[in-house]
């Protein structure tokens, strides 16, 4: 009698567990495919947000630099410095709403104090900073803040040659007396002169909310 119940018990025991760790092992696969595929799709979504932050960053330079020529063209380089100071951050602006995301430029060396880098940009700036100074090429990034719900997409501005020195180049020499007269008057703490072509002018900053990326794929 007594072995009849262990034997009963022993196959109660293999038919419980046998089935169970069928499903457990079932259960493994799915979470191991899921665990997959999410993790594929987090890296379309980060190379997405890179496409997104290169193409976004492009459009606002080049709207940025036809104004300016278009400025320039009008009142000269002195008057060039006025459409920057009135007319640089609305544009930036326009860019935001179309697209649904933050962009500034950020420098250490900044002229309008409002491109200052925070805290999130100034590890990511000295960076670029030292890879210029080692002769290392920078290339584009992209980060993940607010536990992953934000992207922050990043790519050096370098002083592309003489036309930028003109207003960022060294007083007496790039810059006229009336520009930089004029650029004394409006940016009385500026520290963006005396650049050479080649040099890190600061950087694109761009703040990338993760649902929009999302919307694109």
């Known amino acids: 009698m007594k072995k009849l119940i262990i034997l009963g018990i022993a196959a109660f025991l293999q038919f419980s567990c046998g089935p169970q760790e069928r499903v457990s092992k079932e259960t493994f696969e799915q979470v191991n ?7 594929l799709v987090e890296v379309e979504i ?15 330079q080049r709207q940025l630099i036809s104004n300016l020529q278009s400025a320039i063209a009008e009142k000269g380089e002195a008057g060039a410095v006025e459409f920057c100071k009135v007319l640089a951050l609305p544009i930036l ?3 935001n709403q179309k697209y649904g995301v933050e962009i500034r430029r950020a420098s250490n060396r900044y002229r309008n104090p409002a491109d200052q880098p925070n ?3 100034k590890a990511i700036l000295e960076a670029y900073e030292y890879n210029v100074e080692s002769g290392n090429k920078s290339e584009p990034n992209i980060q993940k803040f607010e536990n992953g719900e934000v992207f922050l997409y990043t790519k050096p501005i370098v002083i592309p040659g003489g036309f930028c020195l003109s207003c960022h180049g060294d007083p007496g020499k790039d810059i006229n007396d009336e520009t930089l007269q004029k650029l004394n008057e409006l940016y009385p703490q500026d520290n963006a002169k005396g650049h050479k072509v080649g040099d890190l002018r600061g950087m694109w900053s761009i703040r ?3 649902r929009e990326v999302v919307k694109r794929l």
Do not use: C, H, Y
Request: overall charge negative; glycine content about 4%.
């Open 46 to 60: 980060l190379d997405e947000a890179m496409d997104w932050g290169d193409s976004i960053s492009s459009e606002a």
């Open 93 to 95: 602006a326009e860019v």
């Open 208 to 210: 990338i909310p993760k």
């Open 119 to 121: 805290e999130e940009e």
């Open 33 to 39: 495919q899921a665990m997959e595929v999410k993790r």
